[in-house]
């Protein structure tokens, strides 16, 4: 059940990151404040095991203010400890979020944990509040519309992906299985 949560962390993660990734400016260059999000993951409303097979089922509240709808094609997150790969998470099929809409989707996927004790350690030091050396690693495929865009991102602190899902350490630390 640990590993559930660790699990659930990080698909929260990588369907947030990858979602979020639609609200990155094409100009970074300029010093203009960044628009108001238009993605936005509110909340997991809970994490339980896939009625079509083996994985588990994310269900999210999430906010599209976009004025078309917002489709995760692929995704994989790797979880890491210090230069360690911990686990990985993969999109199972697409999910989209419909238009100018706050509403509740379910994110399939498939889990690969190469060494299931490596996975209790890691919860072990989130649970002590030792997230320095915990990162992830977000490959994902995203449409706004019929736009798509590859996203690609390494190494993301913990830390940074807590704040941006509006969570601090110590609601983490606090969470018992």
């Known amino acids: 059940m640990k590993r559930g ?56 509240v999430v906010r599209n203010d976009f004025r078309h709808n917002v489709t995760l094609e692929s995704a994989t997150v790797e979880l890491y400890y210090s230069t360690s790969r911990i686990c990985a998470a993969e999109l199972k099929r697409p999910v989209s979020v419909p238009q100018r809409t706050t509403s509740t989707v379910g994110v399939p996927f498939g889990i690969e944990l190469p060494n299931p004790l490596a996975v209790y350690g890691v919860w072990n030091k989130v649970q002590r509040g030792e997230i320095d050396k915990i990162s992830l690693t977000v490959v994902a495929r995203v449409k706004v519309g019929p736009v798509g865009r590859d996203v690609k991102m390494e190494n993301i602190p913990l830390k940074k992906v807590l704040d941006m899902l509006g969570m601090t350490e110590e609601q983490i630390s606090k969470i018992k299985l």
């Not at 404040?33 to 896939?50: H, T």
Request: overall charge positive; charged content about 30%; some cysteine.
């Open 5 to 60: 949560l660790l699990l659930t962390v990080s698909v929260v993660v990588m369907v947030s990151l990858a979602l979020l990734s639609c609200n990155r400016r094409r100009d970074q260059q300029k010093a203009e404040p960044a628009p108001k999000e238009k993605l936005r993951v509110e909340r997991v409303e809970r994490v339980g095991p896939a009625e079509d097979g083996p994985g588990l089922v994310a269900l999210l």
